[in-house]
């Protein structure tokens, strides 16, 4: 149990256009959900944290209109890179955390989706 | 406000030798979790073993265990009994009570094990 899907996994698009990413919590319902970016060799970025039916919480230094979560249904939320550039080439993780209250939940990942803005 | 270091970016072990991963960490909040995560070439995020700040006792699973020392705020890893398959990067991770679920995670550290 607990699986987390994304898709894309991988995508290319040409600089100036939106993707979306969809992250599904398959076998459980996510209260949370979170997203990360990930450089080569180095650590996940938690970018926000969002709760179902309630807007995103972004970290400092994430410009939320570049970066755009929705997370209308218990099960599913989605990261839109708009007027994408290159330098939002990366990989994004999202991960979901069920259950209500406490930390006792833990946070199960997504495999994962490789954006390539060219 | 929480960091979380892992002050060795590379290790090396051989095949069924023993490894133990470093990570201190810092919070701020009384009631809070501690995490390894592995991540292999595929990338997916496994985890590998969890402990509740609140608990003395070491958390153990399976090859893997770790070394709670809360005054020193230190949390390592050790695997037992190296596997091939345990080739990975391995990230430390924090989180506090009352943080919603937030993980704050380390460096990582990139682990090679020689057959």
């Known amino acids: 149990g607990a699986v987390v899907s994304q898709h894309p996994s991988r995508v290319i698009c040409k600089s100036g256009t939106s993707v979306k990413i969809e992250c599904r919590s398959l076998?459980?319902?996510?209260?949370?959900m979170f997203w990360y970016r990930q450089f080569p060799k180095q650590s996940l970025m938690l970018m926000a944290t969002?709760?179902?039916?309630?807007?995103?919480?972004?970290e400092q230094g994430v410009e939320k209109d570049k970066f755009l979560i929705n997370h209308a249904s218990l099960t599913l939320s989605t990261l839109t890179v708009t007027s994408a550039h290159p330098e939002d080439s990366s990989f994004y993780i999202c991960?979901?955390?069920?259950?209500?209250?406490?930390?006792?939940?833990?946070?199960?990942f997504g495999p994962g989706t490789r954006l390539t803005v060219l | 406000a929480q960091t979380v270091t892992q002050s060795q970016p590379e290790m090396s072990v051989q095949e069924a030798e023993t490894v133990t991963l470093s990570c201190t960490y810092d919070?701020?909040?009384?009631?809070?979790?501690l995490f390894w995560y592995k991540q292999p070439p595929s990338r997916q995020m496994i985890l590998v073993i969890r402990?509740?700040?609140?608990?003395?006792q070491n958390a153990t699973e399976n090859r893997f265990s770790v070394n709670f020392q809360k005054a020193a705020k230190s949390f390592s890893l050790k695997i037992s009994d190296s596997q091939l398959g345990d080739a990975a990067m391995y990230f430390c991770?924090?989180?506090?009570?009352?943080?919603?679920?937030?993980?704050?995670f380390g460096q990582g550290t990139e682990l090679s094990v020689k057959p």
């Open positions: 991770a924090c989180g506090g009570y009352n943080q919603g679920g937030k993980l704050i």
């Open positions: 991960s979901a955390r069920g259950g209500q209250g406490g930390f006792s939940n833990e946070q199960f």
């Open positions: 402990q509740e700040a609140y608990k003395q």
């Open positions: 919070t701020s909040e009384s009631d809070y979790y």
């Open positions: 076998d459980f319902q996510a209260t949370t």
């Open positions: 969002s709760n179902e039916g309630s807007k995103a919480t972004y």
